[in-house]
């Protein structure tokens, strides 16, 4: 079955570059969305399909998604970006999510 | 305002049953692709199960299948799922979540908590 795997754990200073990997056979063929899950909240949709935000969320979330590897990019983080991270795409009639990365801004 | 609002959770013994409701407001339910998902305490996000527009198709996830029957009333703006012959396993918080057949979800509910336990 497919499957979607993450780091557990990213870690980023205030104002730099994080980057979370999402790793699945060819998820570059199809289209991989992001959610951000802040503790004690519903998960929010940050990207969707491979690159779009949807209205609301800040210009510092960017995706790519291309081969076996889609990315989440959070440019200037801050602090209130620290939460669970995680990559979903649709295979074979299942939504399939990733495993989830916890990121903590330091 | 668009929101989803989950209801039915609670406190089950193992091997007995839960209904859980979803009702949506701000938006038409009939144009949207409905899912449940869940999430077991501290853990990740697991996809249940999927119905589509009109009812048909139904999808679920191996671990459900053949347990859990998803259902939506349309005139209700309303998702349903009925949980039987629960397992301890299954204590999770249960999320409803729209997709509009772009295989993302662009709103979910708060959660609704479902614990089996003796």
Known sequence: SFELTQPPSVSVSPGQTASIICSGDNLGDKSASWYQQKPGQSPVLVIYQDTKRPSGIPERFSGSNSGNTATLTISGTQAVDEADYYCQAWDSNNYVFGTGTKVTVL | ?118
């Open chain 2, 1 to 118: 305002q668009v929101q989803l609002v989950e209801s039915g959770g609670g406190l089950v013994k193992p091997g007995g049953s839960l209904r859980l409701s979803c009702e949506a407001s701000g938006f038409i339910l009939s144009d949207y692709y409905m899912s449940w998902i869940r999430q077991a305490p501290g853990k990740g996000l697991e996809w249940v199960s999927y119905i589509s527009t009109s009812g048909s198709p139904i999808y679920y996830a191996d671990s459900v299948k053949g347990r859990f029957t998803i259902s939506r009333d349309n005139a209700k703006n309303s998702l349903y799922l009925q949980m039987n012959s629960l397992r301890a396993e299954d204590t999770a918080v249960y999320y409803c979540a729209r997709d509009l057949g772009s295989g993302y979800y662009s709103i979910w509910g708060q959660g609704t908590l479902v614990t089996v336990s003796s």
